[in-house]
């Protein structure tokens, strides 16, 4: 486990209180996580495996039991990412007789949101394995000063989790992976140079991962760690 | 709740905190081998050294007509009102020999004797060179007096005696007629000599100083009909220089009646220019000599001499194409040729090529075809490849014995690449890069006359899409750590069997040059644009090199020493100074267009983009690249 990870994982210990899976009540979920953005985002890094770039991650479940393993809800989550500058052309700049070439990048915040469902599996009475799907949009805001423009980047995301929840009372910590999937993401809209700026003249220096493919569905894995409880239950005093 | 509602708040205003944080930096610098600093070169559209072509029909020129050259004429040559009209005389015409100020007027020294030194007219007072032979027409005392007048400075010493004439020359052919030899060579290759006819040989006149005088009462009677050489004064030099001006009176007692005909007049003493044959009493050359002491000339030191009539055999009859004056080089062109009545009875039996900026092929060869893009026939004239470093070849060759019977069934004259020397037939889409019209096909027999330049480009065969290469383009890069690299847009889509190569080349020396090699698409694939002129995929389109780089990389920052300007002296980073000890060898970037069988050692001369990447000739600037 890495260090920020173990701090997160210890602010949810403290927070954490029991949490009874029941229907008809509603549960909130705050959570601090770790993401990993899809390498090809230009939200995470081209190196792959433990050296790939991590992002902290604010998120909030709310949901609705409507059967007793059966919860409707919705999610949302909020990061403040840097792009990598591995993914875009050089800027190249001419300054009197000379070329200067630099690299780009920019802090963006990535928002996701969506509707959810998630599926309690009870093996034990305070253990609990659970799934949870849902469908949703994420949303980019890039720096306005660097992009010189308020735009967004938006798109659909389709999301598929797993986790586990140990319960006490109304109170429960819950660790879980998700993958939040984008459809049709374009790294390409997070470049805040404009073509005729975008090096061409000396194109071997480009990054490499300019060239890289743009899947149609990018995986963007997130290591949750967050507790759960029930505002009508009076959550844990 | 309180506690749910801390954390959430506590959230919210890190998020808060968070989105709003604005201190990252955007951009860094990236730097290559050290360098983040790219002195930029730029190469722009030149156009300049490509493969040109000249050809034209030849037919043997008939120099047995009379008048082949079309150079006969009633007048003598150089008939024409003064120019300086007002100063020494006025508007009306008279022969004046020099123009302007020119060592003796015989053209080339082509007859002997050979003249014993040269003498060069001068301007004394009548605003140009002096050389006039005026009639009486134009004369003074009412049209009455002949001036003959010629002053000029000379190489001999003070004191030099000379003595003027008109003569009656006849010619002693050497070979070639040589008037006829410049005009259809430049040169001549065996002199004609000019010799008295047997019995015409009968100097008389006037020795004494020559006499200058306005009024017919005063000036001299010199006799024609009769005398050759016909004297006409004499003068000793003096100053560096000598004058003959002798005045002849043309009517009263004592004259003699022909003078009192015109320039040009049947039995004038200045002929006709043309077939007909000269009296007793005309001659067709104005000699000054030298003269001996008793004031006769000295035959074999003519210093100065003016043709003025036609040539004469030994037998006195007129010889053909030999009217004055004594032509100059260079010889006429074959256009020139073509309109001349020596042209007029023959037929094309063989054709000329000039062919410029050819480079050497390392395999292959260029031929020449003659072809019918109407009926899709064609027939080889001949193959050659210059030597290695030349761009230059000339080919004549005759129909006989080619696959080209004759001109008439041809209208285009092509130059074509052929990947294998001795090829016999041109491929489906030949490289042919040089083409020209000459002439709408005839019927066998006629004559069927063409001559023209080339064009460059891409003939194929004469289909509709022939174009004509029209450099174009920009590239643009620079020097960047031990690379130099151009980003090349849109260069024309290359000639058909011809490709795009980078240079490096020196302009005070064209025995330095690096070939970078065939141009490449950009990135990912930098593709190979050896197959540009056919290609149909990016990054060639339509008639386009849509994008392409030239990339060269010298190994060392030394080796930059002998390539260019890169950068100044920095000391800290910060510019110190400016080097200009270190010689630059290679002072340009060039794109050419290259044939793909050629030499890749041997520079192209066609450039389509240039520019310059140093001080030429001159030193590097950037002295701190070559510690």
């Not at chain 2, 730097?31 to 983040?36: A, K, L, T, V, Y």
């Not at chain 2, 008939?62 to 009633?74: N, P, Q, V």
């Not at chain 2, 004549?396 to 001109?407: D, H, M, N, R, Y």
Request: proline letters at 7%; one cysteine or more.
């Amino acid at each position: 486990m890495t260090k920020p990870l173990a701090v997160l994982s210890v602010i949810a210990l403290g927070a954490a209180g029991s949490l009874a899976g029941q229907a008809g009540t509603w549960t909130v979920a705050p959570a601090v996580s770790l993401i990993r953005y899809d390498r090809t985002s230009a939200l995470s890094s081209t190196a792959s495996g433990l050296s790939t770039k991590l992002w902290p991650q604010a998120s909030l479940d709310a949901t609705y039991g409507v059967r007793s393993n059966l919860r409707v809800g919705i999610y949302l989550g909020a990061s403040r990412v840097t792009t990598s500058p591995d993914y875009f052309p050089l800027v190249l700049f001419r300054t009197g007789s000379n070329y200067e070439l630099w690299s780009v990048q920019q802090r963006v915040s990535v928002f996701n949101y969506g509707a959810q469902v998630q599926f309690d599996l009870p093996v034990a009475p305070a253990f609990s394995p659970y799934l949870r799907g849902g469908v949703g949009r994420h949303t980019l805001y890039p720096d306005v000063q660097k992009q010189n423009a308020v735009s967004t980047v938006s798109g659909s995301e389709f999301m598929l989790g797993a986790g586990l929840r140990y319960s006490k009372g109304s109170a429960a910590l819950r660790l879980e992976v998700t993958d939040f999937m984008w459809s049709n993401f374009d790294r390409d809209a997070l470049n805040p140079v404009t073509a005729d700026f975008q090096n061409t003249v000396f194109p071997q220096d480009n990054p490499k991962g300019v060239r890289w493919a743009k899947p149609s569905l990018t995986h963007n894995l997130r290591l949750a760690l967050g507790f759960a409880f029930s505002p009508s239950s009076g959550g844990n005093q | 709740m309180r506690v749910t509602r801390l954390l959430l708040s506590s959230f919210a205003l890190a998020g808060a905190a968070l989105a709003c944080s604005h201190d990252d930096p955007v951009l860094t610098p990236f730097s290559r081998d050290g360098n983040d600093t790219i002195a930029i070169v730029t190469l722009a559209a030149t156009g300049g050294g490509f493969p040109t072509g000249k050809y034209g029909s030849i037919s043997a020129f008939d120099t047995s007509i009379t008048d082949a050259f079309g150079r006969g004429t009633t007048n003598p040559p150089y008939f024409m009102a003064d120019p300086k009209a007002g100063v020494c005389y006025s508007s009306n015409p008279l022969i004046y020999e020099p123009h302007k100020n020119v060592k003796t007027y015989v053209g080339p020294h082509m007859f002997l004797p050979a003249l014993a030194y040269d003498v060069t007219l001068d301007d004394v007072g009548c605003g140009d060179a002096v050389g006039y032979i005026i009639p009486a027409s134009q004369g003074d005392d009412g049209g009455a007096v002949w001036e003959i007048w010629h002053d000029w400075t000379t190489p001999a010493p003070d004191g030099t005696r000379y003595i003027s004439g008109f003569v009656r020359y006849a010619l002693v052919q050497r070979g070639a007629l040589d008037p006829a030899d410049v005009l259809l060579n430049g040169s001549v290759t065996a002199n004609d000599s000019l010799v008295f006819m047997a019995g015409d040989f009968n100097p008389a006149g006037r020795k004494d100083d020559s006499q200058f005088h306005s009024s017919c009462t005063t000036s001299q009677h010199i006799p024609t009909g009769g005398p050759n050489p016909i004297l006409l004064g004499g003068g000793t030099s003096g100053g560096g220089g000598a004058d003959i001006d002798q005045t002849i009176c043309a009517n009263g007692a004592g004259a003699d009646t022909n003078w009192a005909n015109g320039l040009g007049a049947p039995n004038s003493p200045v002929p006709a220019n043309n077939a007909t044959r000269l009296g007793p009493n005309q001659y067709n050359f104005f000699v000054i000599w030298e003269a001996l002491a008793d004031s006769t000339p000295d035959y074999t030191k003519p210093v100065y001499r003016f043709q003025m009539g036609p040539l004469v055999d030994i037998n006195g009859n007129v010889i053909n194409n030999a009217n004055a004056p004594i032509p100059t080089p260079p010889a006429l062109t074959h256009n020139q040729l073509l309109a001349l009545p020596g042209s007029a009875p023959a037929r094309p039996d063989s054709v000329w090529m000039v062919f410029s900026n050819v480079k050497h092929l390392a395999s292959g060869a260029y031929q020449a075809w003659l072809v019918n893009s109407d009926s899709g026939t064609a027939g080889m004239l001949a193959e050659f490849n210059p030597a290695a470093g030349a761009t230059r070849d000339s080919i004549q060759i005759p129909f006989k014995g080619t696959t080209v019977a004759s001109a008439h069934a041809w209208n285009n004259m092509v130059l074509a690449v052929q990947a294998t020397a001795g090829a016999s037939s041109l491929p489906a889409r030949p490289s042919e890069p040089l083409w020209g019209k000459f002439v709408t096909p005839h019927a066998q027999g006629t004559t069927a006359y063409f001559a023209g330049n080339m064009r460059f480009g891409s003939f194929d065969n004469g289909a509709a899409d022939s174009t004509a290469f029209l450099a174009g383009g920009t590239g643009t890069g620079g020097f960047f750590g031990l690379e130099f690299d151009q980003d090349l847009t849109r260069l024309p889509r290359p000639p058909l069997g011809y490709e795009y190569e980078g240079w490096l080349t020196s302009s005070s020396d064209t025995s330095k040059y690096i070939n970078t090699g065939v141009l490449r698409g950009p990135g990912p694939s930098y593709v190979s644009l050896a197959g540009a002129d056919t290609m149909t995929a990016l990054p060639v389109s339509g008639n386009e090199v849509t994008e392409a780089i030239m990339r060269f990389t010298a190994g060392t920052y030394a080796a930059y020493c002998k390539i260019g300007a890169i950068d100044t002296v920095k000391v800290n980073g910060v510019i110190t100074s400016i080097d200009t000890t270190v010689a630059a060898i290679y002072d340009e970037a060039s794109i050419r267009l290259a044939p793909k069988g050629g030499d890749a050692g041997s520079r192209s001369p066609a450039v389509v983009l240039s520019g310059p990447i140093g001080v030429p000739g001159g030193a590097v600037t950037h002295k701190h690249e070559c510690q």
